[in-house]
């Protein structure tokens, strides 16, 4: 078991910190009572954030920007294809209809990205563009009707979606893939040398992204109840704000499960603290940037001095 | 070397290539008034493509494009409104969107951040600022001299073309002189390919990532103003087509996002293929939504035909 990372102990403080101050700020939202609904309103971006973690790992410009657009297409589907047309609204079909789609959409940028070798960014780029017309084509306006036992996803049962997730990461950890995804990450010419089939673990990063998003919408179609096309792509960038704020490492082969999630619900907090304040959205978008933007760099801070001052 | 030219030149193929098929596939397609509109379009995605291109050949990327092109847009059609002469306008305008990407490039090369999510938080709270400024409901109006420069209908001295295609041929020119013959662009380029071994030839990273994200800042400004031009009013979501229009644009023209090789006319090739490839699907009679999913399938096709990147065999 590595040590837990400098970066993501930084965001474990500041995570403290803002809970203390939204506690104070809040009581009542943050009692225990009302914890299964917290836990439901901030486990999209949770679980969006961890999506986006596996493909960053892989390093040399790793990323799936395309992580917010499958959630939304995937509830779009659920919902608007499998709900409302077939009439089909048994657990037993639609969680594995979301995590194989999920897993489709990841081995599709997996494919790309590592087979024809279009750089992740543009690649995954190509397929937001993709799902996000596809949705707005099969749904042009929200739709309600989620299943109940989907709903009780976001309420008393919000925990389910982390805990398969952290339960699928720990996994994965056990398996030699994870070390060779990590090495291939921090220097995918090494890894290439020692024998590691660098393309085929990039693959499977985007495929283990894939299965993450598929999950992450399951948790966003519980929390909103319905289909809504606008509503996915607002994920990525998020998603991946917050894996870097956590302390996974935009160049790759640095961070895991633990500084995703970390990340996330400090993002998840910081909005929840501004909105109390009740202060215009312009003011609250400004405070957003500037936290964000401030956090990353204290987070840089002493690993740049000490740099400086030796060259 | 020669790869890069053979690149550039297939994104002008290309751009040809669907004009050829817009023209056989659509009435009209190639009327005067059509291509002049296509060219306009091209060049306004060109101009605020500049910057990216500088940026990424730097080993960067600078997802505040859109922030300051609506900042710029916004900001030049308040300050015009409120009386000031338009050169006093501009000139304030340029220099603070200098102000912020000099901030960009200054904290992604001095604290080693990576530059997408710090251009992202500062683009956040540049916007805010705009929208809070303005109340959310911008004001003020266009200079009449600008909206002639980039009407689709004006004339450019005997050209049937507003001034800003003349304008952007010499931007063009102007940056590959810079690109190709001055040390600020071989130190881009040294930087951007290995830079480790920029700094043993004395080349300052914080400096030249400063300079550099103030130059993209400023380029994305001036396509605000121009797109002030355009639409005659101010709005500040302007700019948010060319988040990812100006990053695919500077890809399909042949620059990778690993840094140190590309171009300009790389760019300028991108921008062409990319309002090609939607005038063309508009002109098909697609939904919009429609249009933006055939987009992405497209960009991916291009790419993978020449930009494709080294497999890691070949770089040890």
């Given amino acids: 078991m590595r040590a837990i990372s400098r970066e993501t102990r930084v965001a474990l403080a500041l995570l403290a910190l803002l809970l203390v101050l939204n506690v104070a700020l809040n009581p009542l939202r943050f009692a225990p009572a009302a914890w299964g609904t917290l836990l439901g309103l901030a486990a999209p971006l949770i679980c969006a954030a961890l999506a986006s973690m596996p493909a960053i790992l892989g390093g040399r410009g790793g990323i799936d920007v395309s992580v917010g657009p499958a959630m939304g297409f995937i509830n779009a589907v659920l919902i608007k294809t499998l709900v409302i047309d077939c009439g089909i609204t048994t657990a037993w079909v639609l969680v594995p209809a979301a995590i194989a789609m999920g897993a489709a959409i990841g081995a599709v940028n997996g494919a790309i990205a590592t087979l024809v070798r279009v750089q ?157 304040f009740n202060v215009s959205t312009f003011v609250l978008q400004i405070s957003y940037g500037l936290i964000l933007v401030a956090s990353i760099c204290i987070n840089a801070l002493p690993s740049a001095l000490p740099r400086r001052g030796a060259a | 070397m020669r790869g890069a030219w053979l690149r550039v030149a297939g994104a002008f193929l290309v751009a040809l290539g669907l004009h050829a098929t817009g023209t056989v596939l659509i009435e009209g397609y190639s009327e005067p008034f059509a291509i002049r509109a296509q060219l306009v379009l091209s060049c306004l995605l060109a101009v605020a493509s500049v910057g990216q291109t500088l940026v990424v050949i730097v080993g960067g990327i600078d997802l505040s494009v859109p922030f300051v092109i609506g900042f710029a847009n916004v900001v030049a059609a308040q300050l015009y409104g409120s009386g000031w002469p338009f050169p006093l306008v501009c000139l304030t305008v340029a220099a603070l969107a200098g102000g912020i990407g000099a901030l960009n490039g200054f904290l992604s090369a001095a604290l080693k951040v990576h530059p997408l999510i710090l251009t992202l938080g500062v683009g956040t709270a540049v916007q805010g600022a705009v929208l809070l400024w303005t109340a959310g409901f911008p004001t003020g109006s266009a200079p009449e001299a600008l909206t002639n420069f980039v009407s689709i209908g004006a004339e450019a001295w005997i050209f049937p073309v507003p001034w800003l295609v003349p304008a952007t041929a010499a931007l063009l020119v102007a940056v590959m002189l810079v690109l190709a013959r001055t040390p600020f662009g071989r130190r881009l380029y040294a930087l951007g390919s290995n830079p480790v071994a920029a700094r043993f030839a004395l080349i300052s990273p914080v400096r030249m990532w400063t300079l550099t994200y103030a130059l993209s800042a400023i380029g994305a400004a001036v396509a605000g103003v121009l797109l002030l031009g355009f639409t005659g009013s101010a709005y500040a979501d302007v700019g948010q087509p060319y988040l990812f229009q100006s990053i695919a644009a500077v890809v399909i023209g042949g620059t990778a996002l690993t840094g140190g090789q590309g171009g300009y006319l790389g760019t300028v090739a991108g921008a062409l293929v990319l309002t090609e490839i939607n005038t063309l699907l508009i002109g098909l009679g697609l939904q919009p939504s429609m249009v933006q999913a055939a987009l992405g399938a497209v960009i991916i096709g291009l790419v993978s035909l020449y930009g494709r990147a080294q497999h890691v065999r070949t770089t040890i």
């Fill in chain 1, 120 to 276: 992740p960014i543009i690649a995954t780029l190509g397929t937001y563009l993709v799902l996000s017309g596809l949705t707005l084509t099969l749904l042009p306006a929200p739709l309600g009707g989620a299943p109940q036992w989907l709903k009780a996803l976001s309420g008393a049962w919000s925990l389910l979606p982390l805990a398969v997730l952290a339960l699928a990461w720990l996994g994965f950890k056990r398996t030699p893939l994870y070390d060779h995804l990590l090495a291939t990450g921090s220097d995918d010419r090494a890894a290439y040398s020692a024998g590691i089939n660098v393309t085929a673990v990039r693959f499977l990063s985007y495929v283990i992204t894939g299965l993450f998003a598929g999950v992450a919408a399951l948790a966003l179609t519980a929390l909103i109840g319905s289909a809504d096309p606008t509503i996915g792509p607002n994920f990525t960038l998020l998603a991946i704000s917050s894996a870097a704020l956590g302390g996974v490492s935009l160049a790759g082969g640095r961070g895991g499960f633990l500084a995703a999630a970390v990340g996330a619900v400090d993002i998840f907090l910081l909005q929840s603290a501004l909105t109390y």
